[in-house]
């Protein structure tokens, strides 16, 4: 489990988990690095960095039938704006359940942990070949 260090590198924190890298690694993939704690990522952006990574992935829009889809391995999941997260949050799914990389928020003593759900409804999910 990687928890994140900034306070919008949720994105990073899943991307460092699935690569099996540090978090200070992965942010080494994304373009802008600040925007680690300044917006955070769009999903798209995280697609660029897995790629950037080597990498294969692919961004959908989550429809309710594909519930089942996303919960395969290596999925992250950006799950929408909802009051436990305002500005929305990305988890990764692990063969424990759901890696959460802000699992205490609103805690500034940030801590990762493996959830059995979402927070919220899953908006997009990043599918990729890992």
């Not at 961004?59 to 997260?85: H, N, S």
Request: aromatic fraction near 12%; charged fraction near 20%; proline fraction near 7%.
């Amino acid at each position: 489990m990687i928890p994140q260090e900034d306070m919008s590198g949720c994105a990073v924190a899943c991307v460092a988990a699935l690569l099996g890298e540090s978090y200070t690694q992965a942010l080494l993939h994304f373009e802008h690095p600040e925007y680690a704690s300044l917006r955070g990522y769009y999903a798209k952006e995280v697609v660029d960095a897995l790629h950037h990574a080597g990498i294969e992935a692919e961004l959908k829009y989550v429809k309710p039938y594909m519930r089942q889809e996303i919960e395969k391995l290596g999925t992250i999941v950006f799950c929408e704006r909802d009051p436990a997260y305002p500005n929305g949050h990305y988890l990764l799914k692990t063969t424990q359940g759901w890696m959460n990389p802000w699992a205490n928020f609103p805690s500034m003593t940030v801590r990762a942990a493996v959830q059995d759900g979402l927070p919220s409804r899953p908006q997009y999910a990043i599918f990729s070949r890992v």
